[in-house]
């Protein structure tokens, strides 16, 4: 009999596991358990406020999904393209990004993916070997810690707080290195706080990156989503030497109000886009032909729509700045980007709300939920206990109705 027929080793691989270790550590998302009781409240009637989307409540424009139709009539569409993308399309991404950035790349350093998540993913898998430490400011995306943890390094978070605008600094920085870094994770303006960071800042990090050697991988999904007369400058335009180490990740999704679509891109210097390509090859191929071609249409079409999408925020963003300051308890600082305000909560931990009382932003979103049917996402799920991310990409009336509801059940 082979040893692996015996009894015992049939034992030992029954008792193995039956998810993988890598796997089984990925952390249950926050924001989905949110939302699937939020869907399963309102599946039963009830008028639930979500502020929980991280999409605009827009629909496509039309003469995308018009370049979409076209697109899935021809059959030169119905078949693969190239892993890294329509060439059309890669060239389109490299004029938008000389236009809107200043950044000057070639079609070469662009891989085309499926959502920013994707680039995201095939950035960590290309760059990181195991035990690699990449730097992530907190509060953060959850993907981020995630994706890093799955291509095999480690994240290390930096803590920042509402009194220092949820920027990280130098020194903060400086104080977390070891010989095992390898990257900084830039994101600006950011998901879940909605801060920027300022030229000088973006330099000044960009420059501290180039003298240690470190990679910057700079997430520019809410570039056009900003207020108030700011700008958010691209790093490696702003220092160019980065360019040799820096990946850039955008999309279509949030710009132009197509997160169904799942067309992203990740800009790196040719030889790491191609090794992302190659790894792409073998998990997903091409995106879609047919949401490539309307992504073509997005990029090529101008910013008109982009434009309109963030005024109707910017409003949003001042109402919701403004009914939030109102609760007696709740901390808001005025977000400057994306589409998020990200207030702390702490003041009213523990108060009566409906004759329960909340002892953390998790259990404190369940109850909100609850009593007074409004969806908002606990801080836990960004690595900030305290806080919670209020998505301002909702209709104006809802907007209202719902912080009107959640001011009534804080008592305030
Ligand atoms: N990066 C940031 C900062 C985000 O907030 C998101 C989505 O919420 C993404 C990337 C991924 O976007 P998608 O994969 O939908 O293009």
Redesign the pocket.
Known sequence: MPPEASPVSQTSATARSRISTLVGAIAPSATLTIDAKARALAAQGVKVVSFGA??PDFATPDYIVAAAVEAAGKPASHHYTAVAGLPGLREAVAAKTARDSGYPVTPAQVVIT???????ANTFLTLLDPGDEVVVPAPY?V??PEAIALAGGVPVPISTTVAGGFRMTLEQLEGVLTPRTKAILF?SP???TGAMYGRDEVEAIGRFAVERGLWVVT?E??EHFVYGGRSAPSMPVVVPELAERCVV?N????AYAM?GW???WLIAPPDVAAAAANLQSHTTSNVSNVSQAAALAALTGGLEFTEMMRAAFDVRRRKMHELLSGIPGVACVEPEG?FYAFPSFEGVLRRDIGGRRPESTLELAEVLLEEAAVAIVPGEAFGAPGYARLSYALGDDALVEGLTRLAEALGG
């Open positions: 991280g999409e499926n959502g920013g998540k994707q680039a995201i995306w993907t981020f994101v950011s998901n879940p997430d999904m809410y990740i999309a279509v999704s949030k997160t799942r067309v992203g994306a």
